[in-house]
């Protein structure tokens, strides 16, 4: 199981349910426009199957943070989704990645950190976000191993290197 965290409104039900699935079935390159999403109260449940193996992801809402842990035991893999074009929750995404990253039973798991919406205009550059979050910093001292990408699930660019992800972390387990 691959848990799909991160605060409300980052992207991931749009990557998730609109961006991986279909991109495993049309392509990266057949999405269009993306559909409405709605805030996400509750968990979304999705089986992928890449390159023949199965991996199931489960988005936890943004909104239901206080019960997150509630779902980590089952978990061998995290993706954290950041808005890196929403600079005021910068610093609240940063909090909430160490509070994942310190879980216990999360010790073991790959991460994948996705700094999303690079296609909004006036971001700052990723060499810049990273720097505010203190990603090097966070690299070094978190107990696991982590990966960063920069995505925007609403054009699909990097959307294969998400997917060329999750294959890797199957190939480890
Ligand atoms: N421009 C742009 N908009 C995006 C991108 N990804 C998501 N969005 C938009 O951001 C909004 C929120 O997306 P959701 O996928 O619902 O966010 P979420 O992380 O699932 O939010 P919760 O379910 O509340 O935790 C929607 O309007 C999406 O279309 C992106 O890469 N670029
Ligand atoms: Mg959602």
């Known amino acids: 199981m691959c848990l799909l965290l991160g605060a409300t409104g980052v992207g991931k039900t749009l990557l998730l349910k609109h961006r991986l699935q279909l991109s495993l079935r049309d392509g990266v390159s057949e999405l269009g426009e993306p559909p409405v999403t709605l ?10 199957t890449l390159k023949k193996q199965n991996v199931t992801v489960r988005e936890l809402g943004g909104c239901m943070g206080p019960i997150w842990p509630s779902y980590y035991p089952d978990c061998s893999s995290v993706i954290f989704m950041v808005d890196s074009a929403n600079i005021t929750q910068i610093s609240s995404s940063c909090i909430l990645l160490l ?3 310190s879980a216990e039973q999360l010790h073991n798991a790959s991460v994948l950190v996705i700094f999303n919406k690079r296609d909004l205009p006036c971001t700052m550059s990723l060499v810049e976000i990273k720097s505010l979050f203190r990603m090097d910093d966070i690299i070094a001292s978190a107990p696991q191993p982590i990966t960063t990408l920069e995505l925007s699930s609403r054009s699909g660019q990097g959307l294969q290197e998400v997917l060329d992800w999750l294959d890797s972390t199957l190939k480890d387990q």
Do not use: A
């Open 39 to 48: 805030p996400t109260v509750g968990t979304n449940l999705t089986d992928l």
């Open 99 to 101: 509070s994942v990253l």
